[in-house]
């Protein structure tokens, strides 16, 4: 059993059960109830009083911790049988309701939780908003929250109404959903961390072996003439620079990141009073998609970023993550 390359903070907790009792076949999402750091959370796991631990943690920069490895169980979700089976992550959050999470650390939410699934052969994440399907893995239900366990609101409900955002990002990237509708087409910035380029597709293969067998995620890319050994992507620079510096140590001290768009922005139309490419804003209350079609409560109260404008069609992000496509005119400044 692995734990996940995207690391780049380890403090392993006196507080975990080893080895786990149970396979890795669920996800477990809670907030931490403070914008803190991967160390602070190391420091909170540390002392054996405190009886609470997270195999991973995300801080509010978005880089990943570790506190109790993979192969064993953490004492997180008040259910020793849900532990026993489940990947526990804490992410940094507000102190309050909705306990909101950061754009860079919900990034890093998505990058994490794929990493684990590849890692563990878990092919598709299946949320369902029912309690007892999820308590029961009905209907291969694999996400399960701490109030299902505990008299508690955690993940709190900022997170907890993104399960369903969160499964269907991390299905695509497994190649676990449904070709994305053109509208929400992926178009973030991807960071991936290249390990050499070559000429000959054999000489790229035998590396891609030699590095996948080393534990990371490889690919090989042809661009031009040449062939690319790549390993990623992320959402997050952060957890590219964590890659690199592992395979630095493991002696591809030449690996670079490498960044890329989805899809090339199209030349801009004029479009409204000063929004632009880039620009932080707000979705009118109740406005449909460029299409007509309906979005998530939670969209119109969160800030996007504009990915892209043409003419008066605006693609919406958010942590990096294409959101829809909308009427410009239904945009404000934030
Ligand atoms: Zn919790």
Redesign the pocket.
Known sequence: MSNSNLVSYTKISPNKSSPRNHAIDTITI??VVGQCSVETLGNIFAPTSREASSNYGIGNDGRIGMYVEEKDRSW??SNAANDNRAITIEVASDTKHPYSVNEKAYAALLDLVTDICKRNGIKKLVWSENKSDRVNHKNGCNMTV?RDYAN?S??GDYLYNRHGEIAAEVNRRLGAAEPPKPDTAPTGTLYKVQIGAFSKKANAAALEKKVKAAGFDTFVTKEGTLYKVQVGAFSVKANAEAIQKKLSAAGYSDAFITASSGTAAKPSAPAAAKITEGSRVRLKQGAPTYTGGSLASYVYDRVHVVKEISGKRAVITFGNIVVAAVNVDDLTLA
């Open positions: 809670h907030c997180c979700s701490h508690k955690c993940p």
